[in-house]
């Protein structure tokens, strides 16, 4: 007789329990900030979360490919989330919450075509993040935003796949202006013949464009490096990629618009300086979007 967990199959527990823990994180967000998207409401409990000693124990090698990271993260998502770090900023791990509406594609006689983005310029900690040097730093990212179900219920590829839209999320990099950023993402902001670097996700990511365009209506990453890199980084982009809405345009929506959440966080553990309040003194009620 085969040894209990040594086939094809393997026993699993406390499903039921995690999800009525989950759902009360979600309460609990929803009761302090009832203003919140249930986009937000999403992003901040996956946002919260941190891998315990035994997840990290798989990945304890900086050298570990994106395969063992797409590995360890279709295991245990982005680990365990917590309320306090959902509710709550540290003054040395400052969290920003942007919503937002994006109308992904328009509709011609001849064509289908994305139709905008969204860049949000964040209030940053620019002076605070410059003083730290070379010191290590991470931002984390959450995009979070829900789909209409292909009703051909055919698959995730091809021409009847089964999201009506994508977004995905791309960081300013700390050699770039704003303009420069918006055109490297954009190509209606580009002057004809213009040439832009890649737009392959930058170093220091840790799980990179790979995890980032995967299929799914939520995407999450974290960037690690030098502070005055980061200080620089301060603009975050959310496009539009292909969906069935695009190539069935009897159904598309876009016109509607569909909404998203974007949270970002800073996070400098290992040095003792206020990140929270030089940002509390610069944000509005709103943050501004241009597209």
């Not at 001849?110 to 290590?136: F, I, Q, Y």
């Not at 977004?167 to 704003?178: I, M, S, Y």
């Amino acid at each position: 007789m085969p040894q209990l967990g040594s086939g094809f199959f393997a026993t699993t527990s406390a499903t039921s329990a995690a999800t009525a823990q989950v759902a009360a994180i979600a309460a609990s967000i929803s009761a302090a900030y009832p203003n919140l998207l249930p986009e937000t409401v999403r992003a901040l409990i996956v946002h919260s979360a941190q891998w315990t000693p035994a997840m990290r124990a798989r990945f304890a090698n900086r050298n570990a490919n994106k395969g063992d990271l797409a590995n360890l993260l279709r295991r245990y998502g982005m680990g365990v989330p917590s309320l306090e770090r959902a509710l709550r900023s540290a003054t040395d791990a400052l969290t920003l919450v942007a919503e937002g509406r994006i109308h992904p594609f328009e509709q011609s006689e001849n064509a289908s075509k994305v139709r905008e983005m969204n860049l949000h310029e964040l209030p940053w900690p620019t002076d605070e993040l410059e003083s730290l040097g070379e010191t290590e730093v991470s931002m984390r990212v959450t995009l979070s935003y829900f789909v209409e179900p292909n009703p051909s219920s055919r698959g995730w590829t091809g021409r009847y796949a089964y999201p009506s839209h994508g977004l995905r999320f791309a960081t300013k990099r700390a050699d770039e202006n704003v303009n420069r950023f918006r055109q490297r993402i954009n190509k209606r902001a580009r002057v004809e013949g213009q040439r832009l670097p890649s737009s392959k996700t930058e170093k220091g990511w840790l799980f990179g464009a790979a995890q980032q365009q995967k299929p799914g209506s939520l995407h999450a990453d974290i960037w690690t490096g030098p502070a005055v890199d980061l200080a620089s980084k301060g603009a975050i982009a959310v496009y539009p990629v292909a969906g069935w809405w695009q190539f069935r345009r009897a159904w598309d929506q876009s016109e509607k618009g569909v909404d998203y959440c974007l949270v970002i966080s800073i996070e400098a553990p290992d040095v003792n300086i206020d990140l929270w309040t030089p940002v509390s003194q610069q944000i509005q009620a709103t943050v501004e979007i241009t597209t």
